[in-house]
């Protein structure tokens, strides 16, 4: 199993990106998926979350600001992150609990990360 996310880039503040994150690989069922990210010097932090019924909850850093939302069908979840700040500025993770086929339970797994810069 592999998570591989994209999207990240170079915007200005007050910009908006979009972090796509594709789960891939011997997959029987996906429960929750969200999204860390980790400034240089910092924690990696749990910013957004999403459960396999679609609620949602947010860091209090980006609530109002983000959106994550999921495509079962696709194995994808997503990171809409309008009116950013330099202080947005971090490696993106996307993650996600797994059920492999052929097991009997769920395991986290990440995606390598993806940079996004906030920066005029």
């Known amino acids: 199993v592999q998570l591989q996310a994209s999207g990240g880039g170079l915007v200005q503040p007050g910009g908006s990106l979009r972090l796509s994150c594709v789960a891939s690989g011997s997959i029987f069922n996906i429960n929750a998926m969200g999204w860390y990210r980790q400034a240089p010097g910092k924690q990696r932090e749990l910013i957004a979350a999403?459960?396999?019924?679609?609620?949602?909850n947010y860091a209090d850093s980006v609530k109002g600001r983000f959106t994550i939302s999921r495509d079962n069908a696709k194995n994808t979840v997503y990171l809409l992150m309008n009116s950013l700040k330099p202080e947005d500025t971090a490696v993106y993770y996307c993650?996600?609990?797994?059920?492999?086929?052929?097991?009997?339970?769920?395991?986290?797994?990440w995606g390598k990360g993806t940079q996004v810069t906030v920066s005029s």
């Open positions: 993650n996600a609990r797994i059920m492999e086929k052929l097991l009997s339970n769920f395991r986290d797994y």
């Open positions: 999403i459960a396999t019924g679609a609620s949602t």
